[in-house]
């Protein structure tokens, strides 16, 4: 089935490790979001990539870059991990932004843990 | 500022009991209402989409309906497996959704 596969489900870094995490697709989609989720709190968009232009939040910490070699595939970087960036990261994607199809479909997430 | 308000926090209910989860919002330039559901430990799951005020979608148990400043979701007959966080998301500039922070039902047999 089409989908968007986040590896890995589970990752545990030391304070100040540099850490990647991975979304793919299979949808074909133009536009690919990354997002992190704190406990009991909403989502909160980081970056997204429209092809590979690529749109920072103005709220987003240096600390987080992303790269998205080809359409299937994006990565999230973490550079330097600090407590507060332990939480719920997830990847979603969607056909179009803002005009015709931009239903978002979220993979199953990587949950960060900071040591 | 767009502002996205959902209500009650959280929600118990028996089986059988049928309630409505309730999203208010104010975000310019609305460009669609999304409906969430999210299970422990998992991303969220596409439920539905409204568009314009007046229109009502249904899914098993599940109808969200939409007017131009609040969104109902209404679960009837609910059975424990409707047991989730759901979640509403306007879409405002640019495509980019305004999560609220989610109503966490539970279902008890």
């Known amino acids: 089935d089409a989908m968007v596969i986040q590896n890995p489900r589970y990752q545990v870094t030391q304070f100040g490790k540099p850490v990647t995490l991975s979304c793919s697709q299979t949808?074909?989609?133009?536009?690919m979001y990354w997002y992190q989720q704190k406990s009991s709190q909403a989502p909160k968009l980081l970056f997204h990539?429209?092809?590979?232009?690529?749109?920072n939040e103005a709220d987003t910490p240096d600390n987080f870059q992303s790269r998205r070699p080809n359409t299937s595939f994006c990565f999230l970087d973490i550079r330097s991990p600090g407590l507060g960036d332990a939480a719920m990261y997830l990847c979603a994607t969607s056909r179009d932004l803002g005009t015709g199809e931009y239903i978002q479909y979220f993979g199953a997430g990587t949950r960060l843990s900071v040591l | 500022e767009d502002q996205v308000t959902q209500s009650p926090e959280a929600l118990r209910l028996q089986e059988g009991e049928s309630s409505s989860l309730n999203c208010s919002y104010t975000v310019s330039g609305l460009r669609g209402l999304f409906w969430y559901r999210q299970d422990p430990g998992k991303g969220p799951e596409f439920l539905f989409t409204?568009?314009?005020a007046g229109e009502e979608k249904e899914k098993e148990r599940l109808k969200a309906t939409l007017t131009k400043k609040e969104s109902f979701l209404h679960i009837t007959a609910p059975k424990p497996e409707d047991s989730a966080t759901y979640l509403c998301a306007p879409g405002g500039q640019g495509g980019k959704l305004i999560f609220g922070q989610g109503t966490e039902l539970s279902v008890k047999p």
């Open positions: 990539y429209y092809d590979k232009d690529f749109n």
């Open positions: 409204l568009y314009s």
């Open positions: 949808l074909n989609h133009n536009v």
